[in-house]
């Protein structure tokens, strides 16, 4: 049933067999001995495409909810004795997974060392796609999803801070504006990442024209590379707070705050499908998860800290 759904999804054999690192003989075999045992062909094969029959379609969400229902089973049989075991795949987003993530490994190793994490880090639409579609248990992104079939439970609140070449005029300050980010030409990350929009929503809220902020030709895929293009001169950007210690510490910037009351910031959390019977596991990782967004902030920045009511102290 699993190579089926995996198939159905992917369309391509080859990248289904990756995915369950199987061989394509053992996929197919593992696909003809289900349609022979259900009488149905669900997947129709040509040499050009693969194609979900009707049949195959209907019976699709089926397999899936039965998926799903095999590995909570799994999940619950695991932990029975009250602590998480097992495999959990966990999705982050890309400007949260390096600034975080060895603090939540860490975290998971220490409290529940039974558990198996699988981490994947992709854009939040690809994170959605993925838990509508179980590929993975939870995803950890910026709120609100807007998407349907998913429980969000907020995490933190984190603020966004102004990066800019060494020597720049708003260089140093603790009481920035958002109308000030006039005065700077904004390096963006790439479509499709979510700080891109969050940084561009600012801009509209600032009145800034976005399509005059945005560099439009210069692109990055990373943080990491943008922070390079501040060093070299290009412009200046806006980072998440828990991306300041790990990306912002090498010579040739200066950082910026916005002033206190300025609401710059975005809200993290955890999603999960509303479908799931895990929900008490994923909010007792959510507080793993929570704390090391406190210890990746620089010790004089860990007051700017907010955590969510169910994770503060």
């Known amino acids: 049933m699993r190579t089926f759904v995996t198939i159905a999804e992917n369309k391509h054999f080859g990248t289904a067999a990756n995915k369950l690192s199987i061989s394509q003989p053992s996929l197919s075999q593992a696909l003809v001995a289900l349609e022979n045992g259900l009488g149905v062909q669900l997947i129709e094969r040509s040499t050009r495409k693969v194609i979900v029959t009707p049949v195959g379609e209907e019976l699709l969400p089926y397999a899936k909810a039965t998926l799903e229902a095999a590995d909570t089973f799994l999940a619950h049989s695991r932990g029975a004795n009250g602590t998480l075991s097992g495999p959990l ?12 993530l060895t603090g939540v490994l860490t975290g998971f190793k220490d409290n529940y060392p039974e558990l198996e994490p699988r981490i994947v880090e992709e854009q939040t639409k690809h994170l959605l796609q993925q838990l509508r579609d179980g590929q ?36 140093g ?3 920035l504006t958002l109308e000030e980010l006039h005065q700077i030409d904004l390096l963006l990350l790439d479509d499709g990442h979510c700080l891109r929009d969050q940084v561009l929503d600012l801009c509209r809220r600032a009145s800034v024209n976005p399509s005059e902020a945005a560099n439009t030709v210069t692109r990055a895929a990373s943080l990491t590379t943008v922070i390079q293009l501040v060093v070299a001169g290009l412009g200046g950007t806006l980072v998440p ?11 040739g910037l200066s950082v910026s705050y916005f002033a206190e009351g300025v609401n710059a910031q ?8 509303s479908s799931s019977s895990r929900a ?13 967004f406190t210890a990746s902030l620089p010790e004089a920045t860990r007051q700017r800290a907010t955590l969510a009511p169910d994770y503060a102290a």
């Open 280 to 292: 008490e596991e994923f909010k007792k990782l959510g507080a793993i998860i929570a704390e090391s």
């Open 89 to 100: 795949t966990l999705g982050l987003i890309p400007t949260v997974a390096p600034y975080l």
């Open 241 to 251: 707070i828990s991306a300041l210690e790990a990306e912002c510490s090498r010579p």
């Open 136 to 171: 993975i248990d939870a995803g950890v992104i910026a709120l609100p999803s807007e998407a349907s079939g998913l429980i969000e439970v907020p995490l933190y609140r984190e603020e966004f801070v102004v990066v800019l070449p060494e020597g720049h005029p708003l260089g």
């Open 266 to 273: 975005r809200e993290v959390g955890m999603v999960f499908r």
């Open 173 to 175: 300050r603790d009481d």
